[in-house]
């Protein structure tokens, strides 16, 4: 757990060092993120749950292309685990746009597969983008997931807090 901190603070620290004054939200250039959330349909988040002896966790990190100015497709990798259960493989396509640099809105395909079984979500968000330097964000969000397999899932609220690094 240690190490992860240390990575992130490494990451914010070189990614503050390496600023420009050219618009981070612009054609051509990248973002990753790293949110923190519940665990819930298909994280792509940083979570950590322990309750009643029983600990879950999460973790993952998204990524994307701005293919123009505040519009980014995006990708995210996860996985989620826990104590008596197998682990899960989380992923998400999506795209999010940044109206007036400053409300990032997204919508995306979450999916989540253990041992051959799936469940999947359409995926919508809203939030606040607070510039703490040119190419660092903090954006807490809200984020609705609607299933699309009844059976084998519930759609659900959640509440994050993300981190993106844009350059």
Do not use: C
Not at 53 to 76: C, H, M, P, Q, R
């Amino acid at each position: 757990m240690k190490k992860i901190f240390f990575a992130m603070f490494l990451l914010v620290g070189i990614t503050t060092y390496a600023q420009n004054d050219s618009n981070s939200l612009s054609q051509g250039s990248w973002i990753i993120e790293a949110n923190t959330g519940s665990w819930t349909t298909g994280s792509t988040a940083f979570s950590l749950v322990s309750t009643n002896g029983y600990t879950l966790y999460s973790i993952g990190t998204e990524g994307g292309y701005f293919v123009s100015d505040n519009l980014a497709l995006k990708l995210g990798l996860g996985y989620s685990g826990g104590d008596d259960m197998d682990g899960t493989f989380n992923y998400k396509v999506g795209v999010k746009y940044y109206i007036i640099d400053e409300i990032p809105l997204g919508v995306d395909y979450t999916g989540a597969s253990s041992n051959g079984n799936g469940a999947s979500w359409v995926g919508v968000q809203g939030g606040y983008a607070w510039f703490v330097a040119n190419n660092v964000s903090i954006e807490p969000t809200i984020r609705y997931n609607m299933t699309l397999d009844e059976d084998k899932a519930d759609s659900a609220f959640q509440g994050l807090i993300g981190f993106a690094f844009h350059f």
